[in-house]
Nanobody
């Protein structure tokens, strides 16, 4: 099984920055992909940024140039650096991992990011 623990959310002013962290537990199953999703009030959950098994990255158009996904393999941790934050970035951010032969889906508990003056 994969357990994901997120941290780094909070309240930030427009134009500010936050770094989200997602620490994955050791697992006997191979993690096939990891990414960050977000869900804003009244909106669908959307993919923000992600890694594939072979280090391909992808970003939502709305965050390109502002957000950067990275990882520290030694710590089994994936990060989301968020710069130039906008009020519309306000959402609950979720870490996601797909692992194992069946590509099982695992989610973190979510961390609230609020961008407001």
């Amino acid at each position: 099984q994969v357990q994901l623990v997120e941290s780094g959310g909070g309240l930030v002013r427009p134009g500010g920055s936050l770094r989200l962290s997602c620490a994955a537990s050791r697992s006997p199953f191979m993690i096939n992909s990891m990414g960050w999703y977000r869900q804003a009030p009244g909106k669908q959950r959307e993919l923000v940024a992600g890694f594939t098994l072979h280090d391909t990255t992808m970003y939502a158009d709305s965050v390109k140039g502002r957000f950067t996904i990275s990882r520290d393999n030694a710590k089994n941790t994936v990060y989301l650096q968020m710069n130039s934050l906008k009020p519309e970035d306000t959402a609950v951010y979720y870490c996601d991992a797909r692992a194992g032969f069946n590509n099982d889906d695992y989610w973190g508990q979510g961390t609230q990011v609020t961008v407001s003056s």
